[in-house]
């Protein structure tokens, strides 16, 4: 349940193209023409050229076929090595591979930690699986949403999310994961209480979820509604009980109101879990301020009676 991070790897950029650069013109354009010599003008006519024939209308959008095995190679390929990943699939997208490369060429973006290049890629897939009438386009504007966020632009993201919202996301766990995208957006372009509805739409399509009970009792605390806070962290904590960052925001729920022990204990659960990594370090650091803060105390010399 934890979200992973994507480590960064050097990118092998000889005969690499980015989405739409260098492939075809954009739909609805005709390709450039060279520039054409201009005629001479006959005596006795107006000074301006004759008008030059109309260049050749541009391709009508074909579908590109569904090679389930070559999409099932490329995204293997972008998951061992992203940056050979990237190669295949523009590879396969000059070849023909249309919206099914365009997949591939964003998922090994984002593995490659290239969130703006995988939002473009999954936004232009999303485009053509809308022209082919394709339902995947749902899913493609979703992972262009999440690449979005990654780079930190949340409105993007709910621009993307909407878009997904848009296409009919059926009922369910895609349609609750969806909310879930987008209450974690929303958090981030600071819209509190429209978050708070997108969390709620989760928990009633995904109650199973615990990272959408886990992100709402970390909002909940952020606005000081400790009681509500504890009751998401409680459903959290039954569902994932061995996830250090539910321990973590366990321990951060109780010290925020003032049950030092109960916040103890969580942060050393969380320490237990997994005692390597980002989250042990922060509970770690939060031990530390609690022993310098009952230190102190102890330390304090009391108050004269007045």
Not at 92 to 120: M, N, S, T, V
Not at 185 to 199: R, S
Request: contains cysteine; charged residues 20%; aromatic residues 6%.
């Amino acid at each position: 349940m934890t979200l992973p991070l994507i480590s960064a790897l050097m990118l092998l950029a000889a005969a690499q193209t980015a989405p739409g650069e260098g492939l075809a013109p954009p739909s609805g354009q005709q390709p450039a023409q060279p520039e054409q010599p201009a005629q001479p003008v006959a005596a006795g006519q107006s000074g301006e050229a004759p008008a030059q024939p109309a260049g050749p209308a541009a391709p009508a959008f074909v579908a590109p076929l569904n090679d389930e095995a070559r999409f099932e190679a490329c995204m293997d390929m972008a998951t061992d090595d992203p940056a050979s990943g990237i190669v295949a699939a523009n590879e396969w997208l000059i070849g023909g591979g249309g919206y099914f490369a365009r997949h591939c060429l964003g998922f090994a973006y984002a593995k490659d930690g290239r969130w703006g290049a995988a939002a473009d890629a999954f936004v232009a897939a999303a485009r053509d699986a809308e022209r082919a009438r394709d339902n995947r386009a749902a899913n493609l504007w979703t992972q262009a949403g999440n690449a979005a966020l990654a780079s930190g632009d949340a409105a993007l993201a709910l621009t993307y999310f909407d878009a997904a919202m848009a296409r009919g996301v059926s009922e369910g766990l895609l349609l609750g994961e969806l909310h879930l995208d987008r209450a974690r957006a929303l958090v981030v372009a600071g819209k509190a209480e429209e978050a708070e509805a997108a969390f709620a739409e989760a928990h009633r399509l995904v109650p199973e979820d615990p990272l959408a009970w886990l992100l709402s009792a970390t909002l909940a605390r952020r606005q000081g509604k400790l009681d509500r806070a504890q009751a998401d962290i409680d459903i959290a904590a039954r569902l994932a009980p061995r996830d250090p960052e539910v321990a973590l925001e366990a321990g951060n729920i109780a010290a925020s109101a003032g049950k030092y022990d109960i916040a103890r204990r969580n942060w050393t659960q969380a320490i237990d879990i997994r005692p390597d990594g980002p989250i042990a370090k922060t509970a770690r650091n939060h031990l530390t301020q609690l022993d310098e803060a009952e230190t102190g105390a102890k330390g304090a010399k009391p108050a004269k009676a007045q």
